[in-house]
Structure formats: C-alpha cells, structure tokens
C-alpha cells in the first residue's frame, strides 16, 4: 500500500561513507574479516534510529550530527604522552594498553605471565586461530545491530586475552584504552577476552582521556566465559568528558557453571551507550550485570541489555542505578528471553533511579520474554526524589543538606558495587563514586 | 483407568474448539457490497442519514487510512487482512429504529437466550424490569433494542446508539467524537473512524450519578463482517457512570475483523468506570478461526479531580491487541487500570495500558495479571509516562504472569518515562507458574488438579475480579474456569 521510503544519509552517515572509501586498502588491510561486506551491511541500515525498538530512547541518527575521521596510528608525541600517564600508574599484572584504538605492545606490561596471553586484534585477524577469529566476529548479533558493522569496519585494534584453561589469575588484568583527545578524532576497537575451563580471572577496562578534543569511539568486547570458569568484569572511565560520544558493546557468552559478574561506571555528561548482551549456553550458570549511572549537564547514558537464556538452571541477575542531575537523561532497557526449553531459569531485573534536579529524565524499560514455564523472572524499575523522610531524619540530627543527600546517595549506589571484583576495586569505584558526589556539593 | 478417562472426556467436553457460544443466527440482513472505497464510506453515512460534516470527517479519516501502515509492532502474528474482502456494513433487516421491544425481531432474543447471558440483559430484553441494567443491545453493527431510556432521561441521562445522537444532539457528538482518538490515531481507529456502524453514545450531565450500570451488549453476527464499533461516553462536571461491555461472538471458520474506538471524557469531578468482559470465539485449537480484535480505547480525564477506571476480563479472541488508556490531563485526575488476560489453545493477546501523566498531582495504577497455558503468548505492554510538568506524579505498577504448560510463552514489555524528578514511579513484574507446594497442598485437601489450578488462578487474579461489578464478577469467575480448563491433566 505503501512505497517503500528510501533512506536519505544524513551528514554522519554520508562521512562515513565517505571516510571509508579513503580508508580502504590503507590500514586496514590484510585482516581476514570482510570489513566491505561489514560495512555494506551498516550502508544498508544507517545509523539506529529511535524506530528500532533497541534505540527507542537513544536515536543515534539524530545525535551524532558529525562523524570524525579515524584516529591515526600513535606517533612519538602521543607516545610520549601516554607514557608520562603511564609513569603514575602503579601496574602490578597484566595491563594491556591500548592508544587511540591502536595495540601497543611496548607501552604495556606482562603481556604473558602464568596462565595468561594476550595478543593484538590485528595479529589474530591476520593469523588466525581460525576459531578465535570466528568468535571475534559475532556475526549474528551484527545482523541486528548496524554499530557494530560500523565497528568491523572501522576497528583500528584491541586485543585477544586468553587465560588457559584451570589457570585461577588473582591480579586484575587491565585493559587500558587511552585516548590521545589531542585531535577530534574517532576510536574504533574490539577485544575478546577467553577464559578457558575451571580458569578465573577479573578484567578491568579503564577508559582514559589525556586531552580534551572530541571524541567518538565504539568499543566492542567479547567475553567468553566457558565451563566452570569465573570471570569479573569492571568498566570505568575518567579524565575528560566534555564532548565524547561512545558507544560500547559487550557479548558475553557463558558455559555451563560459568559465572560472571561484569560492572560499569559511567559517569559525566557525555553521550553513552551500553548495550549488553549476555547468553546463557550451558546449565547452571550465573551471570551478573551491574551499573552506576552518575550523570549532570545534558548527559545521556543509555544502559541496554539482552539476557538470553538459552539453558536450564541459569541465574541472571541485573542491577542498575541511575542518579540524574541537571537536565541528563537516562536510559535503561532489559530484556530477559527465556528460550523454549530453559526451564528452572532464575531471572531477576532491577534498576532504579533517583533525581536531584527537575530537569532531568528517565526512561525505563524492562522486558521478560518468556517462552518455558518453570521459571522465575521478575523485575522491577522505580524513579523518584530521594526519601523525603530520610533527608529529614539526617537534617534534623545537623547534617547540610546536601551532605545528607550525598550520604543517601551513597549508600543507593553502594548496593551495585557489592560483590564486584576485589576489594581494591570496589574501593576504587565506592571513591570515584564519592567524587563525583563531593563534586556536586561545591 | 476410568479416572483418566474421564479427564480426557472432560477436557474434550470442554475443547476450545467446541466453543459453548458457536452458533449462527439466520436473520436476513441488509449489507454492503464487499470491499472499501470512498463509494462505501458514503453509502454508511447515506444509510445511516448523517450530516455532510460527519460525511466528510469518515472520508478524511479513509482517505488518511490509504496512506497508513498497519502496525506490526505487537507481538502477534497473522495472516495479512484483506480489507477489501470484507463488508464493512450489514445491519439486520427491518430494525429501522425499533421502539419497543415487540419491534425486535423474535430470533435476537432467542439468540441472547441461547447465550445465557450473564447480566440478564436478556431478562430485561423480555421485559423483566426489576434488574436494574440497562441495555443498549448491538447485534451486529446497528442497535436494535434500548431498554430504560425513559427512566433514564428523567435523570437527563443519554444513552442511544450512536447513529441516533448525531441527530438528537448533535452539538455534543460533533464536539467530542474523535476529541480523545483523533481520525489519525492509528491504523485501526483510522479505519474505525472511516466506517464505524454504531456504537453506544452517552452523557451524563453535570452532578449526575447515574441511576443503573450502563451495558452494552456486542456480538459479531454475519459472516464476514467487520464490526466497527463506536462508543463514546462522557461524564459532565460532577457526574458518575458505570459502564458494561460484554462479548459473546458465534463461531465462524473464517476470521473475523472487530476494530472498536471506545472514547471516555471525565470533566472536573467526573467518574467513569468501564468493564469489560471479552469471551468472544477464540478459534479451534489449532488456531483456525476466531475473532481479531484490534481496539482503540482511551480515557480522557480532561477536568480536575476526575477518574477513569478500566477493568478487563480479557479470554476470548484469536488475537488481541487492546491497551485502554488514560490521558490524565486534568490536575488530580486518576487513572486505574485491572486487567486479567487469559490465552489458551493458540490465542495471542497483546494488551496493556497507557497511563500519560499531564496534569499536576495525577495517580495511576496498574495492575495487570496474565495467564497462559497451551500455545498461546501473553504479552503485557504498557507505557506510563510523566511530562515535564506533571508534578508529583505517581504509578504503581504490578503486572504478574502466571504460564500453564511448557509451550505458551508470556511476555512483559513496560515503558516507564519519567520526565519530572517529582515523579515517583514504581514498577514491579513476575513471572512463575503454579508452584508444586500449592498444587500438592491443594490435592491433598481432595481437590482435582483442575479444581486445584482454577482455585489457585481465582487467587492470583483475585485484585483484579474485586474491581468487576458484581454480575460481572460472578460471569468472570466462571470464564476463567471455563477458558482455563482443559489445560491441565
């Protein structure tokens, strides 16, 4: 009845376009992923849009008014910088650095110790194990999400972690994505991370500015996690905020017995998409997702998350907390599928968030999607003030407001850092946490 | 073994596809040709005698139906509708408005006996006036007997069919019809808009509660034939109606296209309460069959202090797609929301609510339970939303799903938008099926598996029944019994 609408490209996707045909050929080459076919796709689809349901509330097309040039490949100026940051950073395991979306081998420490090796995206790519290349590609999921076209075709680098099967890594391994932010430019990076039978490990991802300049990066992170095997996972960024526009990705893949726990930290008033997607392939595993959003200004952060349960006896856990300022908005959406079959699942979804401005907003939306009978899935989503009547009981016993405000606020973000990584981590977040609150009290 | 013998005669007894109100009533009836145009538009508003303005109004809402798309967000899954396969008129013949009921032709009342209809309409269809019920009866898609209207009209209450009040007020129809869900809504209220046949019209004036519950009596006759209802009730300033909506529809192979607008205005004050059970046929058991049943329903509290309360017993139906809403526009307006849907056999309902805060210190409630059992998906979809300046906004939200047997699925989609911080929104969702420690705890006190789940279910839904008036109650009790069985043992 009616035509089909042909798309027009608005002036990020026709840049792309663009600055793909003069990368092509250039650094890209001599992967064995077919970055034309991935990026042919992501031409077909554009850029998500607010009528696809999973960006409803995130309408990427309209929010990103320009796309940058990719990053270039790190000089001796931006190496030295990175190195000066480097100096301060205590490093105890294996970190792995990577500059403006580039592998660094010589700026990072222990790339094999014990248990543990790590190798460059674009080694692998070039390479091989053909199985591990299979698993970099994530091309189901690609079908359905054109950023991540856009990210098979960008991808400047990342890096392949492998702990061996049984090997049980206490010291966190880093990853360490900096970003040069001398020139407004864009970082495209995607990693896995293996953790072999019986193994476990933690993984910190930290994301770091040492400029101001615009950036825009997409990041996109494989977890396997197979039978048996433990992994925690710890996302956070710092340094400058202002104009950065991210989008990252995490798939995460669990085998029987497998547990995972995996946290991110956003904070500032930057544009932030997660999406997660998390799948449950073996029995009786436990997968556990957490976020803190602390978000002022105009910042938008969008948590989206798909838990699917393909196995009997999973336990999914999700808890997201949101404290909105200003005029942000925040954004989280769950959806938990039970596949036919993957009975005596446990399912149980929470996110909650809390105002301190009038301005600011919050869209929830959590999903079951439940196609087997003996389970038991549940979520809730809540967004109010803080508690009128706590902020009274700490006032009237002589606290500042806003210092009561920020105890309470403390204590609701406290909850999803519980039980995450180590206690030196935990640490680290509950401070960065407390900074950013001390922050608003000046 | 005579006991299992025995279930399995039960649960045959009371297949789905032996669906206890398939029949067809042969009443001669006067239709229009197959198939939609401008052409048809107008010979609905000819036959129905309307004003050029409301001719002109159903032509836009066609014409803007030509350029419209028919959603496929709703999880559920059909074969494409071929519009101009179907009528889109047919009225029964020699019912040009009847005024007693000795006017009605004799084979309706049989069919409402044969019904056994739950709120006695029928009684009072054959004259039995000490119920308190009124009836505006739609058989088929032009209302046939209005009972109580005197008794009404000394309260100054209205309630015709809807092709009357274009004529006897028309002032009011033209100024609220398409008021709460515009001609350009969406797809099916377009189309509703473009070739609704009659519906219920009333208004209560201000300061007014309503002597009796209003009822409506739909049932899709003819074959192949769309029933594009419209009903539009308002509520002056201080005013009070309870209005009742139920449904029995006979069997048909072939699909049957319902897309009802159901309008609510509440002024300052006003209270409307509108309940509604569906038990329309659902199909076969393998799905074949059954009615689709796309509706658009929205509530309009436009003054102060006003309230709207929807209440659905949702069983019947191949295909559901109904979310009654609330604009809650005026300040510490109110807006209710009970639901229970029950999907058996291979039924799919997609039905929920949209509760949008406007006005300052607004409240909404939801509370939705859905069952599944056999091959059918239950999706719950709602929207609670609160603009910038709706001020202390509040929702509560609690919708729960409860799945019998291993191949039905059910599915809760909620979209919480709050945009105020003084918004204080609370959502919870589960999903679970019947726990073993009830069941065993049932059958050991003597109860059958059946007897044990349709307890139990009674239980589960029970926030739900108490909100039903009375004669309504007592019929949803039985429904869920009946629509439940068979799907256990």
Known sequence: MTAEITRINTAAESKLIELFGAAKGGVYSGASLDREAAFARFAKSGLPHRRIEAWHYTDLRSILRDAYAPTVAPTEDTVALARTRLAEMHVEGTRVVILDGYFQAELSSNLEQPGVSTRSLIDVLGGGPSGVIDRLAVSALEAQESVLSLNAAFMQGGAVVSVAPGAVVETPIELLFLTSGQRAGAVTTRSLVEVGSGASAIVVERHEALGSAPSQSNHALILSVYDKASLHHVTMSSGAEAATQTVASIIANLGADANLVSFALVTGFGFVRRQGFLTFNGAHAKGDLRGISLLDHQGHADTTLVVTHKATHCESRELFKHILDDEATGVFQGKVIVAPGAQKTDGKMMSRAIFLADGATMYNKPELEIFADDVVCGHGATAGFLNEEQLFYLRARGIPEKEAQALLLEAFAAEAIEGVGTDAIREVLTESVGRWLRQRQD | ?489
């Not at chain 2, 308190?132 to 209450?157: M, P």
């Open chain 2, 1 to 489: 073994m005579p006991a299992v013998q025995e279930t399995v005669d039960r649960v045959k007894e009371i297949d789905v596809s032996e669906y206890k109100y398939g029949f067809i009533t042969d009443i001669e009836s006067d239709k229009a040709p197959k198939g939609l145009s401008e052409d048809i538009v107008r010979f609905i508003s000819a036959k129905k005698n309307e004003p050029e303005w409301l001719t002109e109004w159903r032509l836009g809402a066609y014409r803007r139906w030509l350029t419209m798309r028919e959603p496929d967000w709703a999880r559920v899954d059909y074969p494409p509708i071929d519009y101009q396969n179907l009528y889109y008129y047919s009225a029964p013949k020699g019912t040009a408005g009847p005024k007693t009921l000795a006017d009605v032709d004799p084979e309706l009342l049989r069919t409402y006996e044969k019904l056994g209809i739950p709120l006695r309409e029928q009684e009072v269809l054959a004259g039995v006036q000490e119920r308190r019920v009124a009836v505006d009866a739609v058989f088929d898609s032009v209302s046939v007997a209005t009972t109580f209207k005197d008794e009404l009209a000394k309260a100054g209450v209205i309630f015709c069919p809807i092709s009357e009040a274009v004529h006897s007020h028309p002032e009011l129809v033209k100024h609220y019809l398409g008021s709460v869900v515009p001609t350009t809504d969406n797809y099916f209220a377009t189309l509703n808009s473009a070739v609704f046949s009659d519906g219920s019209f009333v208004y209560i004036p201000p300061g007014v509660r309503c002597p009796m519950e209003l009822s409506t009596y739909f049932r899709i006759n003819e074959q192949n034939t769309g029933q594009f209802e419209r009903t539009l009730i308002i509520a002056d300033k201080g005013s009070y109606v309870s209005y009742l909506e139920g449904c029995t529809a006979p069997k048909r192979d072939e699909n049957q296209l319902h897309a009802a607008v159901v309008e609510l205005v509440t002024l300052d004050d006003a209270e409307i309460k509108y309940s509604t059970v569906q038990n329309w046929y659902p199909g076969d058991a393998e799905g074949k069959g059954g009615i689709y049943n796309f509706v658009t329903k929205r509530g309009d509290c436009r003054g102060k202090n006003s309230k709207i309360s929807w209440t659905q017993v949702e069983t019947g139906s191949a295909i559901t797609w109904k979310y009654p809403s609330c604009i809650l526009r005026g300040d510490n307006s109110r807006g209710e929301f009970y639901s229970i849907a029950i999907s058996n056999g291979r039924q799919q309902v997609d039905s929920g609510t949209k509760m949008i805060h406007l006005g300052k210190n607004t409240t909404s409630r939801i509370i939705s339970k859905g069952i599944s059992a056999g091959h059918s998906q239950n999706t719950y979809r709602g929207l609670v939303s609160a603009h910038r300046k709706a001020d202390n906004a509040r929702n509560f939200t609690n919708c729960d799903s409860l799945l019998i047997g291993e191949h039905c699925g059910a599915h809760t989609v909620p979209y919480i938008e709050a945009k105020t911080s003084s918004a204080q929104f609370e959502h919870e969702a589960t999903t679970s099926k019947i726990s073993e420690d009830q069941m065993f705890y049932c059958r050991q006190r003597g109860l059958s598996d059946e007897e044990a789940t349709a307890l139990i279910v009674n239980g589960f839904v029970r926030d739900v029944l108490q909100q039903l008036p009375m004669e309504f109650a007592v019929e949803a009790q039985k429904l869920i019994a009946i629509s439940l069985e068979g799907s256990v043992g």
